[in-house]
């Protein structure tokens, strides 16, 4: 697996959350939480089981509304906005358990995010590009979801969200589930969004070596809070602190 290629602009934000608190009937999972991405910039989003991470992610892509703090697409405040207009602005999730149709095939599950997203506005045929990124997913186009292998539902939910060519994409655990030798092929997918199509992604993972390496920066949430942050490449070579962040022994 490469390490990443740092192509994020100095200047400019995809993604700007501010003092964010977010959670469930007004009581807070996450505090006082603060993160960015960059045009084009990998960020990973790490900590424990029950640190906030998903409550983060659906915040962020309209799902649950913030109890206060700003969150901005592009220099625009859209906190509180729901799903399906954060999607027309070019935001993309894949959820933890992929969402997927059983019953509808490969094909008809990217022609069907297509027709509902915003590739349409942008020049290209998307359908055609993603399968030439993720050529494992031509090979199946004709089966139905509910018959692939956990690995290539994984990758269909990343290449349904992918073909709508979106401007920030959020993935919550990618990993979940699948053997640690399949996540080293899935993962760099990631990375390919921002090189290729000049995607921002902001994504949970629980593989922390396998996720810093693909990323150009990361956060570190614990019981809520961001506890460390830094290039990715920095955090790799500082894994005591990043191991006692995780237990929530030190604070950012």
Excluded: W
């Excluded at 290629?5 to 959350?17: D, P, R, Y």
């Excluded at 030798?181 to 000049?198: F, G, H, N, S, T």
């Amino acid at each position: 697996m490469r390490a990443p290629a740092s192509n994020a602009s100095t200047s400019g934000h995809a993604l700007a959350v501010r003092d964010l608190h977010a959670g469930y009937r007004g009581v807070p999972v996450v505090r006082d939480l603060t993160l960015e991405v960059r045009p084009g910039e990998v960020v990973a989003l790490l900590g424990p089981n029950g640190a906030g991470k998903t409550t983060t992610l659906e915040t962020i892509a309209g799902l649950n509304r913030p109890i206060s703090g700003t969150v901005e697409l592009s220099g625009e405040n859209v906190g509180g906005k729901p799903a399906h207009v954060l999607a027309r602005r070019g935001l993309a999730l894949v959820p933890e358990g992929r969402a997927l149709f059983p019953g509808l095939t490969v094909h008809e599950h990217l022609r069907l995010a297509v027709r509902r997203g915003t590739a349409g506005t942008r020049a290209g045929r998307p359908e055609e590009e993603l399968l030439e990124m993720l050529p494992e997913l031509r090979k199946c186009l004709g089966r139905k979801a509910g018959l692939l292998s956990g690995g290539e539902q994984q990758m269909l939910a990343v290449g349904r969200a992918l073909v709508t060519r979106p401007r920030l994409l959020l993935v919550d655990e990618m990993s979940l589930g699948l053997a640690p030798v399949i996540v080293e092929r899935l993962l760099p997918i990631l990375r390919r969004a921002a090189d290729d199509l000049d995607t921002s992604v902001l994504f949970v993972e629980q593989h922390v070596a396998l996720a810093l390496e693909i990323s150009d920066r990361a956060y570190v949430l614990t019981h809520g809070r961001i506890r460390l942050q830094g290039a990715a490449a920095e955090l790799r070579e500082r894994r005591e602190l990043l191991a006692a962040s995780y237990l929530g022994e030190t604070a950012a």
